[in-house]
Each structure stands twice: as structure tokens, then as C-alpha cells.
């Protein structure tokens, strides 16, 4: 089953928008991350947030965790054509190493 | 691609046949992972492993089986293929330091 369910499932926006993704999940964390999948491409690791943070930067991405509402979002600001591309979160339970995946959100940046 | 590779890239093979896919990893990185992503899915974990010789059951282990011999290499068995078992299969690494994933480029997989 499923940990994380991200929220849309599609997003189109223009070059130079802001996107915003969310990712529910279900049972308590040890940390959520956000991974980027470009078509035909393996994922590429975005953003580790653990469960004691709220908020991390990284550059244009902004992530936000909320534990008491078992949500985080993933904002890309200034968003660029290169920015197409699946994004996935993924939780981490106890001191497992294993990641389980949401179904991802598919972000389309119009030129 | 944290120097991860994945072989064959491509496979067309058919219905219970054996299919073994391999994932080799240069930077000796102690777990390694298989996964299966489909439509609508996300990625789900088949099986994984923590070190030489030993492995775990993922989510969707079912059908499959894996072996690690050696460090740097973790193979995927498909025993006898399926037309379910039709997907895109990544590997992915994790440094012993790092709870943070990185993935090969995938096998594409078609079971007619």
C-alpha cells in the first residue's frame, strides 16, 4: 500500500509561476523527501526534510512538513521549461532504509 | 548517476520465460534496492538488501527473487515472466551515512 499520495496528480503552469505539490501519508515519519523523475529517467533526490523540521530550503524549492496533519508540499518558485518533469515523495519509517513512494505529481512548465 | 548502472536497458522476452536483471554499483555502497514503477503506481519496493548475501522482501516481492554475491552487484530474477511483471525496473543505492536514495536508469521490461 501506498504511504504517500501526492496532490495533483497533474499541474500546467507558465514559465516563471510558482508550483505547489502536496503529499499526504499515513502513519508517523522519520523524514520525507522529494524526488524529481524526468521522462525515461531514474529519480534524482530533491529535499530531505526530517520529522522535527518544518520548513528546508533548497535553493528554488521550498518544502514544509506538517506532522500533526501528515502533509508536506513542495513549492518551486520562479519555475523554468527545465523544471518538467514527475515529482515524488517518499517517506521513511523508524530506522528502516527503505523509502515507500507516493504516485506523483506530473509538472508541466510552459514556455 | 552515483555510478550505477543498469543491464539490459531494453528486454522483450515472453510469457515464463527466466529473466534476470542486473544492477552494478562502483562506490561499494552497502544497501541497494529494486524497484518496479507502473502507471499510477509510483515506484514499489520488490526487494532490497543490506549487504553481502543479505536481502529482504519489499512491498511486491512476489514472483521475484534476488541475489548479492558481491558488493557491487544485485540481481533481480523474474523465475518465470508474466504479463503482470511487464514495467520499468530501477535500482537504487543508499551510502551507509545517508538515508537519501539514488537510482540507475532503469530496465524496461516486456513480458508478451
Known amino acids: 500500500s501506498q504511504q504517500g499520495e501526492e496532490d495533483p496528480q497533474a499541474l500546467s503552469i507558465q514559465e516563471g509561476e510558482n508550483a505547489t505539490m502536496n503529499c499526504s501519508y499515513k502513519?508517523?515519519?522519520?523524514?520525507l523527501q522529494w524526488y524529481r523523475q524526468n521522462s525515461g529517467r531514474g529519480l534524482v533526490h530533491l529535499i530531505l526534510i526530517r520529522s522535527n523540521e518544518r520548513e528546508k530550503h533548497s535553493g528554488r524549492l521550498r518544502v514544509t512538513l506538517d506532522t500533526s496533519k501528515k502533509s508536506s508540499s513542495l513549492l518551486i518558485t520562479a519555475s523554468r521549461a527545465a523544471d518538467t518533469a514527475s515529482y515524488f515523495c517518499a517517506t521513511a519509517v523508524g530506522s528502516a532504509r527503505q523509502l515507500t513512494f507516493g504516485s506523483g505529481t506530473q509538472l508541466t512548465v510552459l514556455p | 548517476d552515483a555510478g550505477i548502472t543498469q543491464s539490459p536497458r531494453h528486454k522483450v522476452t515472453e510469457t515464463g520465460t527466466p529473466v534476470t536483471l542486473r544492477c552494478h554499483q562502483t562506490e561499494n555502497h552497502r544497501y541497494m534496492y529494486w524497484y518496479r514503477q507502473d502507471p499510477g503506481h509510483g515506484l514499489r519496493l520488490i526487494h532490497y538488501s543490506y549487504g553481502v548475501k543479505d536481502t529482504d522482501k519489499g512491498e511486491v516481492s512476489d514472483g521475484y527473487s534476488v541475489s548479492r554475491s558481491k558488493t557491487e552487484d544485485f540481481l533481480l530474477t523474474l523465475e518465470s515472466a508474466t504479463s503482470s511483471q511487464t514495467s520499468v525496473y530501477f535500482c537504487a543505492i543508499s551510502t551507509g551515512g545517508q538515508e537519501t536514495q539514488y537510482f540507475g536508469p532503469g530496465t524496461r521490461l516486456l513480458v508478451l
Open positions: 502513519t508517523s515519519i522519520n523524514n
